[in-house]
């Protein structure tokens, strides 16, 4: 399969148990129901998938759930991060050992570090294994990574498989920075919104996004990717309007609120892992008010 980066992809959640023991069967279903609803590719597990609240060897077993799901339908990839570069390399080498088509990573969690180890990090990454590899910028959370364009330029010329990057700062001069280094050296470089934010950053050159919201309203997902990609920015304000709304809704105890809105949706994916909060019964209740007011209640799919 040919590596192609764009679109709406998702990154899905992880349904629990009551037990909070991962639900893989309802993980598969989940899986399937994104690629069906028009996703692009799947990656997993981002944050939202808990993936600081998942054991090595369970985010090993899902991911195996969740490339057997995709069945090559869609380009996957695999998310390796953690808090230690040797638990990451293993999970990258699983990912390779379990036909992922590619993985995407960020520094070691909590510490700031200076551009040289993030360099010297991806560099050691990138050559440890012969999948295509995904950056993540987050500057905000969780990790002290913060790629610029000088420090992307560079990591493009030492690796061959670097072909995109998810670009979390939600900064638009930092996201044009980094374009705009990349694309000269690798054309076909896919920088990826890490949210809801396809407007800006399709107008600057970017690929797509790694949908929050699609758990819950993939047509209008689609619907505004395909304005943008049109020109059709009347339309495209007015969805993004929108779009903007539910991300400010689920970002609201997050990933706890996407969870719940997924109960209203028919698609219950069970309880978030401690010490995240599960949505209350309350929560579930304003977040379908919601939903209704926005309409998505009425023009998005229900159950799987």
């Known amino acids: 399969m ?25 993980f598969e279903r989940l899986v399937d129901f994104h ?32 490339i057997k799901a995709v069945a090559k339908r869609v380009p996957i ?58 950056a993540y910028n987050s500057p905000s959370y969780l990790s002290g ?5 000088e420090l992307t330029a560079r990591l493009i010329q030492r690796l061959p498989n670097l072909i995109g990057m998810k670009e979390a700062s939600f900064n638009s001069e930092k996201f044009f920075d980094i374009l705009s280094a990349a694309l000269p050296l690798r054309p076909a470089f896919a920088m990826i919104a890490g949210v809801e934010y396809l407007l800006p950053s399709i107008c600057l050159g970017g ?11 993939p047509n209008l997902c689609v619907q505004l990717y395909e304005a943008c990609v049109n020109g059709n920015w009347d339309r495209a304000r007015e ?13 609201d105890q997050y990933p706890s609120s996407l969870k719940g809105g997924m109960v209203i949706m028919g698609r219950p994916v069970g309880p978030t ?22 309409g998505i209640l009425e023009t998005e799919p229900h159950g799987w």
């Open 2 to 26: 040919t590596l192609v980066l764009k679109g709406v992809m998702q990154s899905p959640v992880t349904p629990l148990k009551e037990d909070f023991s991962p639900d893989y069967a309802t």
């Open 35 to 66: 690629v069906r609803t028009g996703a692009t590719a799947i990656s997993w597990p981002h944050h939202k998938a808990e993936s600081l609240n998942l054991t090595i060897a369970e985010r090993k077993a899902l991911a195996e759930v969740a």
């Open 77 to 134: 990839s695999i998310h390796v991060s953690a808090l230690s570069v040797e638990d990451t390399l293993d999970l990258a080498r699983h990912a390779q050992k379990s036909d992922a088509d590619a993985i995407i990573a960020i520094t070691p969690y909590v510490l700031k570090y200076p551009p040289e180890a993030i360099y010297d990090h991806f560099v050691r990454l990138g050559t440890s294994f012969d999948l295509p590899l995904i």
């Open 145 to 149: 990574v913060e790629f610029t364009g």
């Open 207 to 217: 690929a797509g996004s790694y949908s929050s919201a699609g758990a819950i309203c």
């Open 239 to 251: 969805l993004q309007y929108k779009l903007s709304e539910l991300w400010l809704l689920f970002r």
């Open 273 to 294: 892992r401690a010490p995240l909060p599960t949505a209350t019964p309350e929560r579930q209740k304003y977040i379908g008010k919601k939903l209704e007011e926005l």
